[in-house]
């Protein structure tokens, strides 16, 4: 049993690793296919708030004159903007979908029946109907991708 002062240190130690560690549960074992998903999600959602910012920015530029927006326009005409349009394109289809699977999991009884926490543990694994829609979610990420490149590079 721990002392006072032994679980104030290791608090301290655990917040000291930051983000490291919220990233470090991606690749430790068991890796499944749900942990994936959920670090896609994550992933995704992160980029769409750095585009929602960034588009804000890019929106307010307007009160400054025509002179103004023309200037950010031109910043934005390159091929970088391009493949960051294609990954909003594919990310956003990826979040929606998948976060409907997750929605899907919350209110239905599609993630199967419980089972008990005994030791040894075992992982629940994604049942038929999980499965089925994250390979929806990244059959249309990938077809909405298709269609990012035919719109943006003409291909």
Excluded: C
């Amino acid at each position: 049993m721990r002392t006072g002062q032994e679980t104030i240190a290791v608090e301290k130690k655990e917040t000291k690793a930051g983000l490291s560690r919220h990233i470090r549960w991606i690749f430790q074992r068991p890796l499944s296919l749900e942990k994936l998903a959920l670090a896609a999600q994550r992933v995704s959602g992160v980029g769409m708030l750095a585009y929602l910012m960034a588009h804000m920015f890019v929106i307010g530029t307007v009160t400054s004159g025509a002179t103004a927006w023309a200037s950010i326009m031109s910043m934005f005409s390159n091929p970088f903007a391009d493949i960051g349009d294609f990954l909003l394109v594919v990310g956003v289809t990826f979040h929606a979908i998948n976060g409907i699977r997750v929605l899907l999991l919350e209110l239905t009884p599609l993630s199967g029946k419980p089972i008990r926490p005994d030791y040894p543990y075992k992982i629940q694994t994604l049942g038929p109907g999980q499965k089925s829609i994250l390979y929806a979610a990244v059959i249309m990420a990938a077809l909405s991708g298709i269609i990012a490149v035919y719109v943006v590079w003409g291909l």
